[in-house]
Structure formats: C-alpha cells, structure tokens
C-alpha cells in the first residue's frame, strides 16, 4: 500500500511478508536455542542427518563429541543472535518501509548461505547444504515478493 504526503512516498509493506519474515527469524531463535539447550538431541539429530545414525557421536572419542557439543552450542548461540537481530530489522525497519532493511536482511542471509553451503558442498556433507537450503528458503520467499517495495 503506498500513500503520498509532503511529496515523498511512504510504503508499508503486506503483513504476510512481514509476518513470514517474523516467524523464519523466530524459527532461527529457537533452532538455535535448542542447539544450545539441548545438546544430545542436537547430536542424535546432526547425527541421524549426516550419518543415517542418531548415536553415531557416541561412538566418538568422548573429548572429541564434547568438542562437537560445544561447536554445536557456540552455532546455536550465534543463530539466536542472528536471529534477534533479523526480528528487529523486521519489527522495527521493514515495517516502516525503510528501504535498507532489505538490503540488510538479503546480505546476512546470502553471506551466511553462500560459504557455508559451499563448504558442506566441498567437504562432501552434502546433507548440510540441503538444511541450509531449506532455511535459505524461509527468508528467500518473502524477501524475493517484497523486493519490488524496497528499490
């Protein structure tokens, strides 16, 4: 919807783009959370995900699984960040129309996607590329409808 006042165009983006937007960086906060709140589920699923075996980790030396508990966590931790972040980008600047929220959301998640799929792709775990995709669609569906309103 746009409105004219004073000569300068003021456009408030549709609700459901922004409501989608909402719930991938809210889905983003609890992904990570859970990574960090719930370590062995983390494994079992990481493990069943990359390995076709939930318990594949424990098989591991026990410094090297607590090792990938704590990689886990520390991703975990940065996705909630992530995530908070791209919440208030939304709530607070995509839904006034301000057209570099756009550009900001669009950069962070292509420069998150692209060398982190690339190396899952390159070290053969292919399996994390495909979640990533998965994620990257969350954000990239909105973010592509909502692209005319930001130019």
């Known amino acids: 919807m746009q409105t004219q006042t004073n000569s300068e165009s003021i456009f408030t983006p549709s609700l459901f783009w922004i409501n989608w937007l909402c719930f991938a960086t809210v889905f983003t906060m609890l992904f990570g959370l859970l990574m960090v709140m719930l370590p062995g589920l983390t ?25 990938i508990e704590l990689a886990h966590a520390v991703m975990g931790a940065v996705l909630f960040g992530w995530g908070a972040l791209m919440f208030m980008v939304v709530r ?24 982190d799929t690339a190396f899952s792709l390159v070290s053969g775990f292919w399996q994390n590329a495909v979640l990533n995709t998965g994620f990257a669609c969350l954000y990239a569906v909105p973010l592509f409808a909502l692209r005319p309103h930001f130019k």
């Open 92 to 115: 607070k600047l995509m839904t006034q129309g301000i057209k570099e929220a756009w550009g900001m959301l669009t950069a962070s998640v292509l420069l998150w996607y692209v060398p």
């Open 43 to 67: 494994l079992q699923g990481f493990g069943l995900m990359i390995f076709k075996n939930a318990n594949q980790f424990g098989t591991f030396d026990p410094s090297a699984t607590a090792y």
